[in-house]
Every structure is written in C-alpha cells, then in structure tokens.
C-alpha cells in the first residue's frame, strides 16, 4: 500500500519510522517532510496549508492511506475533505478534533460523561474571570480556550499574575481568537502522563504509556516548552492504572464523542495528571504527542499500518498492541533560547557516528538543507531517542549519542527520565 504523512517534525519522522517497517508499506510519501524523514519517504512540499492540495496529491498518487500528524491540519478540516473524497484517512474530522482545539468544548464533554477532570469555570469577558480569579487561593490555572502552540497556560502563584494573564489572552490577544474564551481551572497535583489510544469511533486501544518534560531545564524548571523529551514505558503507569484511563476516560471520551455525532478516528492523547485520587485529565490532544510519539512508537512492535487502517475502517475491536520490553529515551535536542528567541542556520555534525547504531535513532524536528549542508532550522532540532534494558540504560545510550552530534548553541536537557529513575532506585 501507499502511505501520505502529512506533516514535517519528530513526529512524523517517527510515524514515517514505524510505517516504513510495515511489510506492507510500498511506498511512503510526506508533505511537507523534512530531511530526516527523506530517507525514508518521497518528500514533497506541497503547500501543506492547502486542504484541496493535500487531497489532490492523495488522489494524484493512488495513495491508500493517508496519515495526518499536526493539530493546525485537523482544525482545518483535512481529513473532513479526505473522506468526502473516498480517501482512507487516520485522523479525527474538524468536529472531533475540537476535543484539543476547544477547550471548553472537552470540559463539556468531560463534565458530561463524569470523566475525571480539573473542575474549571469558562468565561467570555475579562471582567468576569478577574472577579472570578480574586476569590481562589493560588496556584490558579488560567488557559486560553483555544489553539496556543502549547503555550496558553499559566500556573499563576498569584493573583496579579492570574490576572495579568487574563488581560494578556482576553485584552492584548496574545493568541488571537483563541482567547476568545478563557477558561479557569483548579490546580492538580500529582505526577503527568502522556496515554495515546487509537480509536475506531467506537473502540479503544491504548498506547503503553509516556511522559513529557514540558519545562525548558532541568528539574522541571523554566518555561513551558513543546517537549524537552519523553520516555516510555512510565511505572506509575501500571496495567491497573491504565485500565482506569481506559475506563474511567478514554472510553467515556470516545462515547461521548460519538453520541454527539462526531465519532472519534485516530489518536486520542489523554494529558493526565496522576495524583491521590487516581487518574485526572489535564488536556486532550487530537493527535500524537510530540516527543512522546518519538518514545513510544520505537517501542511498538505491532504493524502500525494495520493499526490505523483498522482504525480508519472501524475494525479495532479485538485489535491488541505488542511492544517491545526496552525502555525507550528521546532527548531533544534544542537551539539555544528556546522557547524564546534563538539563532538557527548552524550546521549539524556528527550524526554519521551513530547511524549504524541498532539501539539509537535520531528523528529530525527543525533541520533543513542549505547547500547540501544539513543545518539547524527550529527551537526544537533532534529528537535523539535510544532503547535499553531499563530507563538508566537508556538514557545512557541515548545521552551517549548527544554528545556525539554537535552543533551550535546547542542545548538540552540532562535529566530526561529522572522521576522514573528515582522510582526505579527505589
Ligand atoms: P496544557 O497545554 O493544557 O498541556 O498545559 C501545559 C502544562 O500546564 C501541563 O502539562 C501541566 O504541567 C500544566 N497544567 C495545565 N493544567 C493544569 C492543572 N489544572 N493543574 C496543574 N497543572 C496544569
Ligand atoms: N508533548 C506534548 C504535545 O504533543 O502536546
């Protein structure tokens, strides 16, 4: 079969990654892809933003499958006009993608079917969520309804700074319509993970799980990023845990979903926080995580094409996922700055010494080509994930790697995995 992946970061790299090992995977193509991802699929850029392009391609080329990775896609409505098109397409439509892309929306959905959950307030003027804020105790979680690149949230430690933030999303617009609404939260407490779940509309399948380093440095500190790097597998996350995400929030998402007409194709990413009470929803995502895709998938053994085809075609239930016994580690590798400003156009070096390695594998996030040079061209560059016997072998392949691979102003995380390490060392 042929396979289209729409998108260019670490995420599709790792998607194109695991699709290539399909056996029945002839050909990939990726749009717009990135120099990574050319070694394994035909990269075209084809003016991604265009939905009619995206599907004219589809058709042009007799793919059979067509992969959607980035939210902004789904928010347009890709694989809306995919279908309409007779095209076999992974991925939520427009409607059921606003379980990432309004919040409000999910909280609805969530205070609907009692999954668990931040009890939350939403309000449409600056006004109201000001008085509204002033009778909380801090922390207090403001967040701006819509699609903000990761960064519409702030933990406010008080309540000028809840209120500055208000009047940053609602008055200056910081994140344009997003901040239509603002939504209010109470602070969770407890440890993140990332549990992904294919879905069918109708049956779920999940992911082992993963977990994220949203803060820039280490120890958790600095700001909040797209992803510093992931591991996987997580040991709070036990099969008795995952079985209460899958019954206590995955499954009343997807129902909930499809009661409202809008069934639910593709990854479902439940962003949980797990504290004394057990699992909680911090955010949905319509889509894989990014790195944590770039930990988990590595770790599958289980043909993702038949995955998604299954989940494309509504055939799911009795579909049961393998992974592999390793650990998996991706470190991002970042330019320095990010996620403020930071220089790109440096040249990467080094990655021909871990080529060869069976064990490490390095997805590209923000490289391009310039003169035949391979040069950095994002905040987030290299996502340099490595298996191992354990979360400390790991992390030690994988950190072993970085240092291989230089470019400058280079800067990543040293601790990725630290909480599972300090578990693990009892
Ligand atoms: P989000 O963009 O919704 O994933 O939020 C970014 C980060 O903010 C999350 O990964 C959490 O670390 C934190 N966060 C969001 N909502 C809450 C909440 N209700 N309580 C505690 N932390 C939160
Ligand atoms: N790693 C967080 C995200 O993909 O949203």
């Not at 050909?27 to 990135?34: D, E």
Request: net charge negative; charged share 25%.
């Amino acid at each position: 079969m042929k396979v289209l992946v729409v998108g260019g970061g670490g995420r599709e790299h790792a998607l194109v990654w695991a699709l290539s090992r399909s056996s029945q995977v002839k050909k990939l193509y990726c749009t717009p892809g990135n120099p990574g991802i050319e070694a394994l699929a035909e990269c075209t850029d084809i003016g991604c933003e265009g939905t009619a392009a995206i599907c004219d391609f589809a058709e042009s080329k007799g793919v059979d499958l067509v992969v959607v990775g980035p939210e902004a896609y789904l928010a347009a409505g890709v694989i809306d006009e995919l279908r309409k098109r007779g095209i076999t397409a992974f991925g939520p439509t427009k409607a059921a993608a606003r379980i990432e892309t309004d919040k409000a929306f999910a909280k609805q959905l969530m205070e609907r079917k009692r999954i668990p959950t931040a009890r939350f307030r939403q309000f449409d003027n600056p006004t109201d969520a000001e008085a509204y804020v002033k009778t909380l105790t801090p922390p207090i979680v403001v967040k701006a309804n819509g699609l903000a690149a990761g960064k519409g949230v702030t933990i406010a430690q008080s309540h000028k700074e809840a209120v500055e933030s208000i009047r940053a999303i609602m008055n200056e617009r910081i994140f344009g319509d997003a901040g239509d609404l603002v939504i209010i939260e109470e602070f969770l407490v407890g440890e993140e993970a990332s549990v992904l779940a294919f879905c069918d509309g109708r049956h779920v399948v999940p992911l082992e799980a993963a977990q994220d380093h949203k803060r820039a440095y280490d120890g958790d500190t600095g700001p909040n990023t797209g992803g510093m790097g992931a591991y996987s597998p997580v040991s709070i996350v036990d099969d008795a845990m995952l079985k209460r995400v899958v019954d206590e929030i995955l499954i009343p998402a997807v129902e909930g979903l499809a009661e409202e007409g809008t069934p639910y194709i593709g990854v479902l990413y439940a962003g949980l926080m797990i504290g004394p009470d057990g699992p909680k929803v911090v955010e949905f995502n319509a889509r894989f995580g990014d790195p944590e895709a770039q930990a988990v998938l590595p770790r599958l053994r289980t043909d993702l094409a038949d995955v998604m085809q299954a989940c494309a075609n509504g055939d799911l239930d009795g579909v049961t996922l393998e992974f592999l016994e390793d650990s998996a580690v991706c470190v991002m590798m970042t330019s320095s700055g990010y996620p403020g400003h930071y220089q790109t156009g440096y040249e990467i070096k080094g990655l021909d010494r871990v080529r060869d390695r069976e064990d490490v594998i390095v997805f590209h996030s923000g490289t391009s080509l310039h003169n035949g040079r391979l040069v950095t061209s994002g905040g987030r560059v290299l996502g340099v994930t490595a298996l191992g016997s354990g979360i400390r072998d790991a992390a030690n392949r994988a950190y072993e790697a970085v240092r291989s691979i230089k470019f400058e102003n280079a800067r990543y995380r040293t601790d990725i995995g630290f909480r599972e390490m300090a578990r693990v060392s009892g």
